[in-house]
């Protein structure tokens, strides 16, 4: 079965800064893909990035980027000059090629301070 | 154009009552998923629609959970019998098809509390 474990409940850095959220996860299998998704106040998930466990080259998205580190099974997510608008949970989720469901990790609460 | 939808908001429910909840995807999406979020907590599945497959009913969490879905349009949740347990945040998503290469559109979520 697959498990995806968030280890920091919550983080907070400062307006400009540059944080970095902690993801590691669990198959057996060797085709997969793997997202962190923003949930801001308003409930509204919304993807921010998603890798293919098959690409060795990390996925980025504007200020998001990933270190998808596949032999340690770890899937972080950096964020460059945070904004007060990052401010959400953010959710690491995995799911199998070919698979219908996604598997979420606890959830990480990023507070950006002005 | 209009993104996925759903209905109510917010319930407040005594416990034992049935409660249903609506999800309408985005149009030309045939699949449908289903999600419970309690608080605090990262996201559930529950259930799939892929078109007019069988659905995938695993993650439901009891019989007292049901859903159906008519074709590739509005999906219902219904709940019976509700449990203080059962509080949560129910989200929908849908997909433009079930294969993982096509990205989730979620919903803003129904929260429900059991009273």
């Known amino acids: 079965a697959q498990t995806v474990t968030q280890s920091q409940p919550e983080m907070s850095v400062q307006e400009a800064e540059t944080v970095t959220l902690s993801c590691t996860y669990d198959t057996s299998e060797n085709n997969y893909y793997l997202f962190w998704y923003k949930q801001p106040p308003s409930r509204q998930m919304i993807l921010v990035i998603r890798q293919e466990a098959y690409k060795q080259q990390n996925a980025t998205e504007n200020r998001f980027s990933v270190n998808f580190q596949k032999a340690a099974k770890s899937f972080s997510l950096k964020i460059s000059d945070s904004q007060l608008g990052d401010t959400a949970m953010y959710f690491c989720?995995?799911?199998?090629?070919?698979?219908?469901?996604?598997?979420f990790g606890q959830g990480t609460r990023l507070t950006i301070n002005p | 154009g209009a993104g996925v939808s759903q209905s109510p908001s917010n319930k407040v429910t005594e416990k034992g009552k049935d409660v249903e909840l609506r999800c309408d995807p985005i149009s030309g999406h045939t699949a449908l998923y289903w999600y419970r979020q309690r608080l605090g907590q990262g996201l559930e599945f529950l259930i799939y629609?892929?078109?007019?497959?069988?659905?995938?009913k695993s993650g439901l969490p009891s019989d007292r959970f049901s859903a159906e879905r008519t074709g590739e349009s509005v999906s219902t949740l219904t709940i019976q019998r509700t449990q203080q347990e059962d509080s949560a945040v129910y989200l929908c998503?849908?997909?433009?098809?079930?294969?993982?290469?096509?990205?989730?559109?979620f919903g803003p979520g129904t929260r429900l509390t059991v009273t």
């Open positions: 629609f892929q078109g007019n497959s069988a659905p995938d």
């Open positions: 989720a995995s799911t199998l090629q070919g698979a219908q469901k996604l598997v």
């Open positions: 998503a849908s997909s433009f098809s079930v294969f993982s290469t096509y990205e989730q559109y």
